[in-house]
């Protein structure tokens, strides 16, 4: 069961993203965090586990290291520790996308179920919404440019986060398993739209 605090939580990331937005859309940022609290939750999240799922951007996009201590202060520990694991950067600007991505997968290979339950449904919803988004796309090299990595760096980086999670017995097969679907068929696109490094 969800308590008050679960509203706290909810609360409190609306306001920290409020003015914020997916990469590319206008879509208010907050969807993102209640499709991956929602994942959480459909797949056996405790509350703790739900609302680190709503505040696992706050840090990275809204505060840094001060961020990181208010959630702390307000939702405790564990949450906090879910939160600074799921963080990739905690300075604006963030640091070169290589390292930081590097330093999250080894990061990820010794994290507990409890973090990887949040950056598997983070990275899941993420997913699918960048296959949404390249299938209705006018144009595969203006699409791409939205983000930081080129389309073989993004897909480097999701099968290697794939590999761990695969091996983590806590982790649900459903999602481990939607999530392989999903980036294959991301590859699959990508290469029929032409070779990646043509993209690239």
């Keep these: 069961m969800l308590s ?19 990469k590319g859309s206008s879509t208010p940022y907050i969807s993102h ?3 991956v609290s929602g994942l959480v939750i459909e797949h056996g999240g405790d509350e703790d ?18 961020a990181l ?3 702390r202060s307000l939702f405790g520990d564990r949450v906090a520790e879910i939160v600074d694991h799921c963080t990739d950067a905690y300075t604006n600007p963030k640091p070169p996308w290589e390292p930081r991505k590097t330093r999250y ?3 990820m290979r010794t994290a507990d179920p409890s973090v990887l339950l949040v950056s598997l449904s983070d990275k899941l919803h993420n997913a699918r ?5 390249l299938q209705h796309t006018s144009s595969f090299e203006d699409f791409w440019k939205r983000f930081s990595a080129p389309p073989e760096k993004q897909l480097w980086y999701y099968k290697s986060l794939l590999e761990i999670y695969d091996s983590c017995q806590q982790c649900h097969r ?13 590859e699959d696109l990508v290469e029929e739209n032409g070779s990646l490094s043509e993209l690239t």
């Excluded at 586990?49 to 001060?66: F, R, T």
């Excluded at 919404?129 to 988004?133: A, G, H, P, V």
């Design 174 to 186: 459903s999602l481990v398993n939607e999530l392989r679907r999903v980036v294959a068929e991301l």
């Design 49 to 66: 586990e739900a609302i680190a799922a709503l505040l696992h951007d706050v840090v990275e996009d809204q505060g840094g290291e001060k």
């Design 33 to 35: 965090l209640m499709a």
């Design 69 to 71: 201590e208010e959630i």
């Design 4 to 22: 008050e605090k679960y509203l706290k939580a909810f609360e409190y990331a609306f306001i920290k993203h409020k003015d914020q937005t997916r």
């Design 105 to 107: 997968i080894e990061d």
């Design 129 to 133: 919404c960048t296959l949404l988004d």
